[in-house]
Nanobody, 117 residues
Framework: QVQLVESGGGLVQPGGSLRLSCSASGTIFSINVVGWYRQAPGKQRELVALIDSGATINYADFVKGRFAISRDNAKNTVYLQMVSLRPEDTAIYYC???????????WGQGTQVTVSS
């Protein structure tokens, strides 16, 4: 069974930084697309960043230049480094993967990021 476990969320002041991590198990991580979505209160879940098996990256326009996604296949882990955080970045951040074999989508339980002074 595929499991995704996020960590690294928390409360940070505007302009601050956080690094999210997501560890995967139960899937051949290295060949999967992995990434991050977020959902703010009262809003739909939206893409933040994706990285595929060839390290091609897709960012949402609102995070370009501020967030960086990376993956460590040896650790089955994907990261999201966030800098210059803004109050509008406040959301639950979800780790995502599409299993290459089954084509099923899997989600983590989410980690809360709150940007506030």
């Amino acid at each position: 069974q595929v499991q995704l476990v996020e960590s690294g969320g928390g409360l940070v002041q505007p302009g601050g930084s956080l690094r999210l991590s997501c560890s995967a198990s139960g899937t051949i991580f290295s060949i999967n697309v992995v990434g991050w979505y977020r959902q703010a209160p009262g809003k739909q879940r939206e893409l933040v960043a994706l990285i595929d098996s060839g390290a091609t990256i897709n960012y949402a326009d609102f995070v370009k230049g501020r967030f960086a996604i990376s993956r460590d296949n040896a650790k089955n882990t994907v990261y999201l480094q966030m800098v210059s955080l803004r109050p509008e970045d406040t959301a639950i951040y979800y780790c995502y993967t599409r299993d290459f074999g089954s084509r099923y989508d899997y989600w983590g339980q989410g980690t809360q990021v709150t940007v506030s002074s």
